[in-house]
């Protein structure tokens, strides 16, 4: 196991490239557990939201590009939505601050009227673990917000993406923080582990009941086409 943290343009991308095996050095060798990397090897698996090492963001996308197609019903979920806004056309970008913790999401009036997002309420706490933010997809209707991003958005009448965690348990949740020292974002905001923590404490039974919500009012609208 290899975690690399630095700051923006310090080389990770390049040494992550060379080491998974999609970049070759100029001269000399690099091996991994004495082997020479001649290319890629399912064996070198690494986690990092970029396309250039991860060729399955390209495979996933493409097969969201199909769906979206087929209208077949869709439900995205941090990733998932900025994965199927940008197949949609729009921009993903990096936020200023990421969202960890608890940020308040209030819906649009599109939102309250919405199968799946109104009955959670005309706003709520949402648990979040997010670096990235989307611009609303052409033709698709926005949701909700947070203070500072699109939070939830409905592209036709089969496709939701929403950015808070609806899904996580308690123990995913944990184990984030836990090993939020792999998140260079949390790292450089700063967060404070224990105090999220303490925050969480006593809502996640109130927010399983709302994901489970989303979850299942989705499955539904899904079953009605």
């Given amino acids: 196991f290899l975690c690399l943290l630095g700051p923006?343009?310090?080389?990770?991308?390049?040494?992550f490239n060379a080491l998974?095996?999609?970049?070759?050095?100029?001269?000399?060798?690099?091996?991994?557990?004495?082997e020479a990397v001649r290319g890629p090897d399912p064996r070198r698996v690494i986690v990092f939201q970029e396309r250039g090492i991860f060729p399955w963001l390209t495979v996933e996308k493409r097969f969201l590009a199909g769906a979206l197609t087929?209208?077949?019903?869709?439900?995205?979920?941090c990733l998932g939505s900025e994965l199927i806004a940008e197949v949609s056309g729009v921009r993903v970008r990096h936020l200023e601050h990421p969202e960890?913790?608890?940020?308040q999401v209030r819906l649009t009036d599109a939102g309250r009227e919405d199968p799946v997002l109104g009955p959670a309420g005309d706003s709520f706490a949402a648990l979040q673990w997010h670096s990235y933010a989307v611009d609303l997809p052409d033709g698709a209707a926005a949701l909700g917000h947070s203070a500072s991003?699109?939070?939830?958005?409905?592209?036709?009448?089969?496709?939701?993406?929403v950015q808070f965690h609806a899904e996580v348990t308690?123990?995913?949740?944990q184990h984030w923080l836990d090993n939020?020292?792999?998140?260079?974002?949390?790292?450089?905001e700063g967060i404070d582990p224990e105090a999220i923590a303490a925050d969480t404490a006593g809502r996640m039974a109130a927010w399983h009941a709302?994901?489970?919500?989303?979850?299942?009012?989705?499955?539904?609208?899904a079953a009605a086409r």
């Fill in 8 to 15: 923006s343009g310090c080389g990770k991308s390049t040494l």
């Fill in 170 to 173: 308690d123990a995913d949740f």
């Fill in 20 to 34: 998974t095996g999609f970049l070759q050095p100029t001269s000399g060798k690099i091996k991994v557990d004495g």
């Fill in 70 to 77: 087929q209208r077949v019903p869709l439900l995205g979920i």
């Fill in 180 to 188: 939020y020292s792999i998140d260079e974002d949390a790292v450089r």
């Fill in 149 to 161: 991003c699109l939070q939830a958005y409905r592209v036709g009448q089969a496709t939701w993406g």
């Fill in 100 to 103: 960890i913790g608890w940020y």
């Fill in 210 to 221: 709302l994901g489970e919500g989303i979850c299942a009012r989705f499955l539904a609208a």
